[in-house]
């Protein structure tokens, strides 16, 4: 059975930093990735990275976002720094398998409020 368990959301002042953790079990995940969801918009992709660690990021966070992994835990981060009121949302763990099967975390809640 695959899960994916999230961890390290929570409330932060502008222009700090948060580090969110999804750890993945029960399959070997391809590519891992972190969506957002705010109030009253689309779910949206922050970034992504492959099994080689290629990544790739979406231009709002590009140069305050990193998304890393580490294969041998199966998990994968994403630190977030300089943070703004507009990055408040709910963050989603994405994995995908090599049978291309797709899997979704429960999502983890980021605050970014003075």
């Known amino acids: 059975q695959v899960q994916l368990v999230e961890s390290g959301g929570g409330l932060v002042q502008p222009g700090g930093s948060l580090r969110l953790s999804c750890a993945a079990s029960?399959?070997?995940?391809?590519?891992f990735g972190w969506y957002r969801q705010a109030p009253g918009k689309q779910r949206e992709l922050v970034g992504d990275i492959t099994d080689v660690g290629s990544t790739n990021y979406a231009d709002s966070v590009k140069g305050r976002f990193t998304i890393s992994r580490d294969n041998a835990k199966n998990t994968v981060y994403l630190q977030m720094n300089s943070l703004k009121p507009e990055d408040t949302a709910v963050y989603y763990c994405y994995a995908r398998t090599f049978l291309r099967s797709d899997y979704w975390g429960q999502g983890t809640q980021v605050t970014v409020s003075s």
């Open positions: 029960g399959s070997i995940f391809v590519i």
